[in-house]
């Protein structure tokens, strides 16, 4: 079955510095890979998402991940973070022929001044 | 703008009562899904539904059951509300199976007392 790690359940970072979050997964075969954000009492919105192609994905508000099939991770990158980035955010992965989607259990990201 | 509602944001009930949690989405989306949110667990699958008629059993369906008698409607209930049901439940469509983005209601937060 798959499983997915995000091994940092916060993060704080200074506005404008760049940040990493963390996402690693058990099971290769057939992966689709998405990274969803949450806002405060709000639904989770899609960040972006990795189906095929290129590994190197780009998603809204000027994130983006890299896939690494041989470490099997999804790190979500930014290079310059700001204070509206301040949420929760979720790695998530389907493993072709399974019947769910996984999430991770999230990582807070706080964007200080 | 196409969405998804859920209804009521917030409820309080009692251990013991039927309980029936609100879904509808204006994407026209087939597939449908139910998770709940608790910490340290990120989001569960409950049941999920591939179109009219069709549902399916997640990973935490137990005390739980949804029916779907049209594209925009899933409503959730719970039969018999129990203290560990309290959580913050969440709807989600796509247009898609697992593989594909979903996109998420801003939830219902139940406690049970």
Partial sequence: ?113 | DAEITQSPRHKITETGRQVTLACHQTWNHNNMFWYRQDLGHGLRLIHYSYGVHDTNKGEVSDGYSVSRSNTEDLPLTLESAASSQTSVYFCASSDGGFNQPQHFGDGTRLSIL
């Fill in chain 1, 1 to 113: 079955a798959q499983s997915v790690t995000q091994l940092d359940s916060q993060v704080p970072v200074f506005e404008e510095a760049p940040v990493e979050l963390r996402c690693n997964y058990s099971s290769s075969v057939s992966v689709y890979l998405f990274w969803y954000v949450q806002y405060p009492n709000q639904g989770l919105q899609l960040l972006l998402k990795y189906l095929s192609g290129s590994t190197l994905v780009k998603g809204i508000n000027g994130f983006e991940a890299e896939f690494n099939k041989s470490q099997t991770s999804f790190h979500l990158r930014k290079p310059s973070v700001h204070i509206s980035d301040t949420a929760e955010y979720f790695c998530a992965a389907f493993t072709g022929g399974g019947n769910k989607l996984t999430f991770g259990t999230g990582t807070q990201l706080k964007v200080e001044l």
